[in-house]
C-alpha cells in the first residue's frame, strides 16, 4: 500500500494481542479472513467498468515538535482501462488530473496552469509513468489500478483481523496489515458493496509516526461515464506550463492532495 510518502527499509516489530501474526517470521503470514475480506473487496473494484467515489483525506506533517492534520478532499471517477478523472480541494490549493488515455493533464485551479504530457497506455501504466518520470503521485491511486489487491499487498510481513466495527454508522470488517516502513488498516463495509470506509496509514520509521485518515463514501460502480468527462478543456484565461521530468527543477502544477 503506497500513499504519497515513499517506502523506507526496516520493519518495526510488532506485538498486538489477538489476530496480529508473525513478526518475527520472514514470511508475508496473513490471517486468512483479512485476506478474504481485502481480496473480496479489491475485486470488485477490479471488475468494475467504471468506479466513482468521495474522499475526505487528513494527513500529518511534522511541525517542529507537533504533528499538523492537514484535510482536503478527493473526488475520483474512472472508466477502464484507461481513463480517470480526478478533483483534490484543500483550503489552499484546487486540483484536477484527467487522463484520456493518451494524455496527462494536471490543473491548477488556484494558479490557472495546466500541464500536458503523452501517457498512452492504460491507468496503471499512466501511474508508473507519472510517477517515474514526472514525480507525480495520482491521488489514491492504489484504488485506481487494474489489481488493487497486488498493490496493496507488496512488502506485506503480516496481517490481522480485528472483527466488526462501526464508520459513520456503517457496520465495517476491520483489517490490518504492516510491511517494512508502515502500518495500515482498512474498515470495509459489511453491506453489498463491500467497499472501503476508512483507511489509516501511520508512517512508523518517520519521525512522530504520522499518519493518513481517509474517509470513503458515494461509491457507484458500473454507471455510464462518457468521454467528456476524461477530456480537459483549458479555461479561460489558463496558461500553459512544461511539465517537467523528475529530475528537473519543479516548474509544474502540485501533483499531491
Given at each position: ?46 471488475t468494475a467498468k467504471t468506479v466513482s467515489f468521495h474522499a475526505e ?107 466488526q466495527a462501526a464508520i459513520l454508522g456503517t457496520p465495517c470488517q ?84
Amino acid at each position: 500500500m503506497k500513499v504519497k510518502r515513499t517506502f523506507f527499509a526496516a520493519l518495526c516489530s510488532l506485538a498486538i494481542i489477538g489476530s496480529v501474526i508473525a513478526v518475527d517470521n520472514p514470511a508475508p503470514t496473513i490471517h486468512p479472513e483479512a485476506g478474504r475480506i481485502l481480496r473480496q473487496s479489491s475485486d470488485r473494484l477490479a471488475t468494475a467498468k467504471t468506479v466513482s467515489f468521495h474522499a475526505e483525506v487528513w494527513e500529518d506533517s511534522v511541525v517542529e515538535t507537533h504533528k499538523v492534520s492537514a484535510t482536503s478532499t478527493v473526488d475520483v471517477r474512472l472508466r477502464r482501462p484507461d481513463k480517470f478523472q480526478i478533483e483534490v480541494h484543500s483550503p489552499t490549493r484546487s486540483r484536477g488530473y484527467w487522463y484520456d488515455g493518451h494524455t496527462l493533464t494536471l490543473f491548477d485551479r488556484t494558479k490557472n496552469l495546466y500541464s500536458t504530457v503523452t501517457l498512452p497506455g492504460t491507468i496503471d501504466k499512466a501511474i508508473d509513468a507519472a510517477k517515474k518520470q514526472y514525480d507525480i503521485n495520482i491521488p489514491l491511486g492504489d484504488f485506481l489500478v487494474n489489481d488493487p489487491f497486488t498493490s496493496a499487498m507488496g512488502g506485506t510481513k503480516g496481517g490481522a483481523n480485528f472483527g466488526q466495527a462501526a464508520i459513520l454508522g456503517t457496520p465495517c470488517q476491520h483489517i490490518a496489515f504492516n510491511n517494512d516502513q508502515l502500518d495500515w488498516q482498512l474498515w470495509i463495509a459489511t453491506d453489498a458493496q463491500e467497499l472501503p470506509r476508512k483507511l489509516v496509514i501511520t508512517y512508523k520509521q518517520e519521525p512522530l509516526q504520522p499518519q493518513v485518515l481517509t474517509l470513503f463514501n458515494n461509491w457507484k460502480l458500473n454507471e455510464d461515464m462518457p468521454d467528456s468527462i476524461f477530456v480537459f478543456t483549458p479555461p479561460k484565461g489558463a496558461a500553459k506550463i512544461e511539465m517537467l521530468p523528475a529530475s528537473a527543477p519543479n516548474n509544474r502544477p502540485p501533483s499531491n492532495p
